[in-house]
């Protein structure tokens, strides 16, 4: 398999090394000379190429990993070089505008939940993404042979491939991984400004300020354009946490113990509920459905059960002789969710039984 990695930092990096480690794959990159010649000490790429068109033009999937601002125009011009069975993806942290500017076929938005506090291709490793959500966001047009072959590569990486709406996946982001980021940021504001009133140096501080605060003052050639494109949803989720504040503020002034407990178990609920949520899994089932070869069937399928927080762990599809019709052939983890899918794939018409 041929890798094309426009940008070639800690993720791009990460997945050069996974890709050539894992699936003995030959990758090319584009970037500044200086990443470019460290990616190939490191052994993250096979080539190195100064221009986006040398790296793409016979890739089978290309990556590009970029900073947020720059993915649009970079990804156009990725399109346009690469080949009509080539399928192109990013791994930006928010997804409504870039794939309302990409309406292509071969592009499918994505975003790996894995990542460090540091940069550069220097900090790149093969298993990254081992165990980690990726989020993928088909669209109608999607191409479902390349969504399947983006899929499975991913699926080899080791990431988890989880497809989303665009807009759901930004509204989340905003709350699990954009908020924190902000309200890291103002914790250690708030107390450098403490401190300096009143004239002491920094006291050795406890872990519960060095956990809440361990991704403040993050990259900011990265983060300003995270904020920036995804800022509706993130202005949204500060007001939220506001106002969430000020009932907890409330609480505390009216020394409403009751109320007090009530809120810091209810915290504690939610996050074991949240924790169960990632652990979730159990024995694979194989479903096969039998659809129309239609453009957006897959997206279609895979956005249904991503709704549902159902998790494929893999995929394939066989399509007829004649191609007018296929079999997708889906493997969950749970007998559960497999129960879920079986359900929820027969309420869109698709005839549907466990292998």
């Not at 584009?30 to 460290?38: C, F, G, P, R, V």
């Not at 298993?127 to 993928?136: C, H, I, P, R, S």
Request: aromatic content about 4%.
């Amino acid at each position: 398999m041929r890798i094309a990695l426009v940008g070639v930092g800690l993720i791009g990096g990460s997945i050069g090394l996974a890709a050539r480690e894992r699936l003995g794959a030959t990758v090319a990159g584009h970037d500044s000379a200086h990443a470019l010649e460290t990616a190939a000490e490191l052994g993250a790429i096979d080539r190195a190429c100064a221009q986006i068109d040398d790296a793409v033009h016979d890739a089978d999937a290309v990556f590009v990993a970029v900073p947020v601002g720059a993915i649009r125009r970079t990804a156009s011009v990725a399109l346009a070089a690469a080949a009509q069975g080539c399928v192109v993806s990013d791994v930006g942290s928010t997804k409504r505008s870039i794939v309302a500017a990409l309406d292509d076929p071969r592009f499918v938005g994505g975003h790996p939940l894995a990542g460090a506090e540091t940069a550069g291709v220097q900090h790149a490793r093969a298993d990254l993404f081992e165990g980690a959500t990726w989020y993928l966001t088909p669209t109608p047009t999607t191409s479902g042979i390349l969504y399947e072959r983006l899929h499975r590569f991913l699926h080899s990486l080791g990431a988890r491939p989880v497809a989303i709406e665009p807009e759901v996946h930004d509204t989340i982001l905003a709350t699990v991984s954009h908020l924190p980021h902000v309200l890291a940021n103002v914790l250690v504001a708030q107390a450098a400004s403490t401190l300096a009133a009143g004239g002491e140096g920094l006291p050795a501080t406890g872990p519960s300020f060095r956990d809440a605060t361990r991704v403040a003052g993050a990259n900011s050639r990265i983060w300003t354009d995270i904020y920036l494109s995804n800022r509706d949803a993130l202005a949204a989720g500060i007001d939220d946490t506001i106002e969430r504040l000020r009932r907890v503020r409330d609480a505390l002034e009216t020394a409403n113990g009751p109320g007090i407990t009530d809120w810091n178990d209810g915290a504690a609920a939610d996050r074991r509920r949240l924790l169960e949520a990632q652990l979730a899994g159990g024995p694979l089932f194989e479903l096969r459905a039998s659809v129309p070869n239609r453009p957006g069937v897959v997206a279609q399928l895979a956005l249904e059960l991503g709704r549902a927080g159902v998790n494929i762990t893999d995929m394939a599809l066989y399509p007829a002789p004649d191609m007018s019709e296929g079999v997708i052939a889906l493997w969950v983890a749970g007998a559960e969710q497999a129960r879920r899918a079986e359900k929820l794939v027969g309420k869109l018409g698709f005839p549907v039984a466990r292998a």
